[in-house]
């Protein structure tokens, strides 16, 4: 899992198709460049491709990814195969959305300063001013955009005009409460990640601990995924779970549920910066190691 | 958890009210009973009260049960307490109905052979021919009743027969693929335990695992339950889950799930033999030790 | 596990002897106290008996703890009893002691101001300055006590001085990475938890993660203990694991392993606090709802 | 995780050095074989390179195993690289040895009898009679080798002669209770998988559950790993865990511990079996999809 300044990342993705793994570690090898991880998916049911290699570049000089980039096209083209160059060390410019539970966001915001999770944090955005001072301890901004029926539109706006001037590439929806708009959604496709509370698709909607309680389930859990516009059920990235039992009231459910909420999130968060993540047919592919 | 074949459990259930711990460890006190171990739980939103105490009697002389219940039945109906006594070393009559999966019940019949579940095992009822020779090996009675639309009802009253003549105290559906009717639903009522291969409230209903897949969901689980007339919805008693990916085609999740849905129903049983599970409301309390 | 503020718990431990439920129970009714949780367990290899009760005064009038325990201290004596009589919702003093790792620390501190563990946390000392910025956001006085070989005897002296000026009832050592002398350990016993960062009593002593990293497990793990005079060897209260595979380098298990740390340690807090812990013959007692 | 009948493994090891990947990837793509699933891991401190990839030839005319070996050892020798070519589908010449514990041989017997793992079994081996009827029940050879101090190393040579007789590729030591010589372990190393009832290093040698009971943990665990000449300390293939609590006396740990002996050791013969495990410095590396 470790891996130097100097690693690079390499995912691509196409239809199956003799070669595809060869097309990208042939090139790999070409340039120079040692990979230290490698792993592919072959979808046979969708007849999809999925790969992710890691590597260092070896060559003396500088590596000039513009030019990889350019050079690899002419090849990925061959397999009408998409591909992106990303550094491994590259902190992912983001915005966390809010509302008043705090726990995922000071998790969140834990693992930031420490350096666990690499990201460049640029604002927290929130309906409710009350995570104000925990965002100023970590020397953040935060913007206040409360939602009525009426103001919900203009809020997105706003929002929206955040994620443009900072160039965020990831909004993570830490128990953000606000549905949003069908609009906002498709802007967002494949760079917004949502924590839910239950283990999809398991209690949708709201209030998921008290349905939880009143089914009587031994066992609650939390589903991290990426946002699409149909509420709650955008692919899945991670999911993780806690036995409870009847000792459990809602409100106890709902303590208890934190701790794995905060887990998934982060590891949701931590499995999409190191470009392991691929999206197919409503689904995901995680490349792991 | 050792529990010594002179040890006995009563458990107990009412209204929540000021005594009702009292009035049953005093009566164990007077006739002289140890308690290895209590536990109870007071559900404050039901205003319901349930006990479980496993106790060794200590005085000279035998153990009486019918004198033991009588006199205890004079102080539990001053609180309209419903209890039961039940030596915590019986083994269970028990039928086990089954379709042409077999890895329940071969690890049932596992576990019943090497005494870890204490089952009096009386016979295996199943649609379909196929486990037969499973249930020959174990020296076990196997009843095979064919199901078609035309003979459901004539089919289940065989079942009955066979309940009543066994006199059968716990009917163990393990991957029985058949939906019972209301009438067999009502007579089980608290006596039934059925593995669904998903955790439920997710995925009800046929081919959870393919339902799954399609989800894309990054754990599978079994749900173990009482049956009620409601398909898939009665008192969950256990829930087990494994974490699944994208390369696990719906073909995989379904031998991924085996293991857990073994677990998952052999330890219901389990709790339910000890005499651990109380229900209320649709929901199980579950008294641990 | 919801209590109300009225909720007292009563826990003892005595010699297994006939009545040991019932001496606790029944006067708990003649004092018309509403039992609302009560687990027992009976070590048949020890001899010991241990209860834990949580009750709702009902009588008309002021709950008085100090009659209540006066008067059951002539019952508990006919049995050698010891018990302890704590109010449910009472804010256990604690001092916090740390080195440079922050992680446990800044989780504690999260649960503590969201109240999610009710510590009344005096102070937090440590053996380097560090992690005063964190406990100034909070709000909480931070004392510096360097240790140097010289100076581990006098220091020592200070931090009792800080446990007997603050009344301190638990000290948690939440990575603190001294060793304390055996005078000390005494002192605090049974009543100062430390978290060791691996599944004891695999790989005691310095840098358990690096002895796991060369050993090749599968499973890294944290244990949560009170502290004895035998390094790393007290009576366990809760042990938390994750699996990792190859590809974690001794310093990607020092990440990975933080949170297991700091979800064990909380869960063993938490246990101690509700008086659910007992101690025995090394080993420890834990009675759960 | 689907492999079909044509599906073929190549595995290789190597030192890191540029163009490991492209070395196997070109010659299979020159091949006309389509990747469906690689992966690969570069030991960055041990400067150790591995990958595996499966695969599904795609030419026309009949796969040649024998030519496809020769033509890529020309490629491989450059890299001083070792490599295995296996048939995904290849059922495993196995021995599976026993005392009288029969939990682990009737999982491996059930999930061999059901397809669910490829092995081939070729005999049952073991130093009592007891669990004959069992083997015979599943058609298979059972050779009782009793030892005792005067006889073990006559009794090994009878072992191995069955192991050469069979060509048996891996012994699998589901629960044997006798030490085997170094001679023995040494002619078995890397095919040779032994399942220990502790989460080792903990607990090592004799009685590990009483070892556990002592010591007072929380958790149990069961470890299987390739067995080496140091009794209990070959690499590490597997591990799996269970909570425990006080009231689980040695006897119900023996118990508990089953399920989880079971599960973890049918992992490391399916990992093992599906060529994904590979060994350096008294570790294991197991390349995932």
Request: charged share 20%.
């Amino acid at each position: 899992m470790t891996t130097m300044a100097t690693t690079w990342i390499l995912s691509a993705q196409c239809e199956s198709r003799l070669g595809s793994v060869d097309v990208l570690t042939r090139f790999l090898k070409e340039q120079h460049c040692y990979i230290t991880e490698v792993s592919s998916f072959d979808d046979y049911r969708a007849g999809q491709f999925f790969i992710r290699a890691a590597f260092r570049p070896e060559a003396t000089g500088d590596f000039d990814p513009s030019a990889f980039e350019a050079d690899f096209q002419e090849r990925a083209s061959a397999f009408n195969m998409t591909f992106e160059l990303t550094p491994a060390s590259k902190r992912v410019k983001t915005i966390i959305m809010v509302s008043k539970a705090d726990h995922c966001l000071n998790d969140l915001l834990y693992r930031h300063r420490t350096g666990q999770l690499p990201l460049d944090i640029q604002a927290i955005v929130s309906n409710h001013p009350d995570l104000e001072p925990l965002a100023q301890w970590h020397g953040l901004p935060y913007y206040h955009f409360p939602v009525t029926a009426g103001t919900k539109s203009s809020q997105e706006a706003k929002i929206r005009q955040v994620i443009e001037e900072t160039e965020a590439e990831l909004v993570v929806l830490a128990r953000y409460m606000q549905v949003l708009s069908p609009a906002m959604c498709n802007l967002l496709t494949g760079r917004a990640i949502n924590i839910h509370h239950s283990l999809l698709p398991g209690f949708r909607g709201a209030r998921p601990y008290h349905q939880a309680y009143e089914k009587g389930v031994k066992m609650v859990g939390a589903t991290a995924h990426y946002i699409n516009d149909d509420l709650d059920e955008g692919p899945i990235i991670a999911q993780g779970i806690e036995p409870v039992d009847h000792a459990h009231y809602p409100e106890d459910l709902v303590i208890k549920g934190r701790d794995i909420e905060c887990l998934t999130l982060a590891r949701a968060i931590q499995l999409h910066i190191e470009r392991r993540v691929f999206m197919h047919s409503g689904r995901t592919v995680i490349l792991k190691h």
